[in-house]
Each structure stands twice: as C-alpha cells, then as structure tokens.
C-alpha cells in the first residue's frame, strides 16, 4: 500500500457498527470541503416531497369515491377536523411512555369497564396478541365461529403465532353460536389425541365454569352499541378481553384497543413488543381516535338507517336478502331476478360518478352519501327490469338466495 494511502477500522455506536474504509489522506480543510460536498448530495437525494401540486384536488376526488364504496368501511380517512385536532396531540414515544395514548388507552379500559388496555397497530394485532396473552402451554385449542376474523382473515395466525389448533364450528341456527353449539364442540376431555379448549369466543358463563376464557373480536362492536343503546361496559362484561376497533365505523386512521386486566394487558403489551408493534410517535393516532370517539360515534345511527334503507330497496326489487341490515351490513343475491355481481359491479363503474362494489356485501360507513344509495338500487332495479324485458323468470322453487357462503366477495376488474 502507497504512503499516501491507509486502512482505517471506525466504530459508529449509534449508527454503522463498524466499516472498513479505504482512501486518501487529505488535509483537514480538504477533507472538511469534500465531506461538506458529498453530504450536500446525499441530502439532495435523500430529500423527498410527498405532496403533488394537485393533492387538494386529487384528495377531494378520492373522498368522493369513498362516498360511493360499498366494499368496506376500512376506507373511511380522516376530515380536515380531525386532522386538525390531531396536530394537538402530546408528543412523546409509547414505548416508554405516551401521554395521549395513555389517556386514549385508559378511556377505552373505563368505558368498557375493563382494567387496562393497549393501543395496537390493527384489529388482526390485537386479536393475535389476546389470544397468545391467554394461551399458556400447548397443546391447545380456540373455539370460534367458522366465519371468524382470527379463523378465515388473519392468515391462519392462531397456528403461526400461537400454535394453537382452532375449532371452526357452524352455528346451528345459521346465524350465532349458541351454548349447545359451544358444548358440542368444546375439547375439555385429557384424552391425549386432542388439543384442550383454552379460549372460547361464545358463551361467557359456561366458559368461565369451566375456567376458560373469553375473548371478543368486537371489531364493530361501536355498532352494536349504537344500535340496541346498549353500554359498552354492558357489551363487554362477559368478556376476558375485547379488541374494539376504530378505523373502520369509526373512521380513525389506525389503531385498535385491546382491554382487559391490568395483569393480562402488561402480558400483551410484552407480546406487542415481541411480535414487533411497538410503536413511537402515537400521539396523533390517540387524538385522531379521540375525535372519532366524540363525533363520528354519534353518526352512526344515521348510517343504520342508510342501511336498512338499501336492505328495504333490494327487497322490493325482488334481489334476496342473505343477511340483514342488523348494523351497518348487507349480505344480498341478485340471481332471484337474473342478475350477477360482475353486472351489478361494471355498470356502477361505467357511470359518470363511478360506483365501486364488492360481491354480495354491501357496507355503508359514515361517509357513505345517500344519493350513492340511490345510484346503486337504481343500477339493480335497471337491470333486473332489462332482464325481464328479455323473458327472465326466477324458476320455481328456486330457493330466495342460492349462494352457500353469504359472503362472496368479487375482484373488481382493473383499467388498462
């Protein structure tokens, strides 16, 4: 190696943790000049502006689109209010500690009567992070309904993360699980071929008779609530733990609660850790969910109304009715008046103020406009009147509904 060059082994304890470097010595004024340049450049193409010149027009146009989605309420965003009211939020990092997320956590623990709770990134999260809180030793088994979030939608979670056997049953009475479908399918026997039964989304005091436990997906449990004015600490007294979610009815950003004892939350928020959704700066996302708590939660009433106003519109143009407006929720079958979803789905795209679908679910959420409504039943009854012109007739006997699975979902096709 020439004089002039030499190998220098640097230690950086809060960023690289080692490098090995060659290059040229310089004096220091040089080096200074050189090392100035090549940052400025670095800066240059580090720097980033997320906002285009026309994002108020292009978010105006979004927030019109989710006004006529009916595919989920996931896609509900934040108003101008709520932003603004979110700038207010306390600074700090919830790992260690965030004052309004603290206060967020502690009013969701008081209102639902529970102890504690954890603001978690997602409802999958927090159901995940529950159930492994609960679970102890395996073997072990979950009880749940077969059309259950932690069974169907959470990417068969409860075998990665817990390595728990899960228990889909069908209720009996094609609606909700009931005590006698818990009792015949609960694992309680010490028969080695089976995994035990630990935790049980169904009936609270059989349950806890037999010293298991209880957890709810109380994904929309805001609904319910708002539905049958019913409290929320009444809702969730039969429960060991209850994920209440509020992006999606209530129109938060992010961020699910998950409440329960003050020895069970302190398990999971080390489970949290674990599983990697600790976060930082929560601040903003507590004040967003505050204002959701304060002013989007009174509006739903509004949206059941919307709901069951689609129900009573599908009815009456002859379409089935899978599963009622209990809530916020259609279930519908077009087929008793000739009409399929992919129909249904390319004509609301082709209008001027597009529509966009899903399958057989139907969502109103709390920015759903009313004339979407109306564009849509008259989209169904267009159709289902151009297929009678054309000589449709719903075969006799045909069952009023013919899907097995009320939920049928349908890929929207994509633009070219």
């Excluded at 004096?27 to 502006?49: C, Y």
């Excluded at 009444?234 to 999606?248: A, G, N, R, T, Y």
């Excluded at 979803?341 to 795209?349: K, L, Y």
């Excluded at 679910?361 to 054309?390: M, N, Y």
């Amino acid at each position: 190696m020439s004089k002039n060059m030499h190998m220098i082994y640097r230690f950086f304890p809060s960023s690289f943790r080692c490098s090995l470097i060659t290059r040229r010595s310089f004096s220091a004024p040089s080096r200074r000049t050189m090392a100035t340049s090549n940052f400025s450049a670095i800066a240059d193409e580090v720097k980033f502006d997320i906002i285009s010149k026309t994002h108020a027009v292009e978010n105006a146009t979004k927030r019109k689109e989710i006004a006529r989605t009916f595919i989920s309420d996931t896609v509900t965003v934040p108003t101008d209010e709520m932003y603004s009211y979110a700038t207010l939020a306390t600074l700090g990092d919830d790992v260690y500690f965030e004052p309004s997320t603290a206060a967020l956590e502690a009013h969701v623990a008081k209102i639902t009567g529970k102890e504690a709770g954890l603001f978690l990134p997602s409802g999958t999260a927090s159901n995940q992070i529950a159930l492994r809180t609960h679970l102890k030793q395996p073997p072990y088994s979950i009880l749940c309904d077969h059309r259950a979030h932690i069974y169907k939608y959470e990417a068969g979670g409860a075998a990665f993360h817990s390595g728990a056997a899960v228990i889909a049953v069908v209720p009996s009475n094609k609606h909700h699980l009931i005590l006698e479908d818990v009792k015949d399918n609960i694992i309680i026997s010490n028969d080695t071929h089976f995994a035990p039964t630990e935790v049980i989304v169904a009936i609270s005091d059989y349950v806890h008779s037999l010293g298991l436990k209880l957890h709810l997906d109380g994904a929309r449990i805001w609904h319910v609530a708002a539905e049958t004015s019913t409290p929320l600490k009444e809702l969730c007294d039969p429960f060991d733990s209850v994920s209440l979610c509020l992006s999606k009815g209530l129109g938060a950003p992010v961020g699910t609660v998950l409440v329960g004892t003050k020895e069970f939350i302190t398990k999971a928020r080390w489970f949290r850790k674990l599983f990697g959704g600790g976060m930082r700066q929560t601040g903003i996302l507590a004040a967003s969910a505050a204002y959701a708590l304060s002013n989007n939660f009174p509006q739903l009433p509004r949206v059941h109304a919307l709901a069951k106003k689609l129900e009573a519109g599908l009815e009456e143009i002859g379409c089935a009715i899978l599963s009622r407006a209990e809530t916020c929720m259609i279930f519908y079958d077009p087929a008793p008046v000739g009409v399929t979803f992919d129909e249904i789905g390319d004509r609301g795209a082709a209008l001027p103020e597009p529509l966009f679908l899903g399958g057989s679910r139907l969502v109103v959420h709390i920015q759903t406009s009313e004339s979407a409504v109306e564009d849509f039943l008259g989209i169904v009854r267009q159709l289902a009147e151009e297929k009678r012109a054309a000589g449709f007739v719903k075969p006799e006997g045909q069952a009023n509904g013919s899907l097995k699975d009320v939920y049928v979902r349908r890929v929207p096709k994509t633009v070219k």
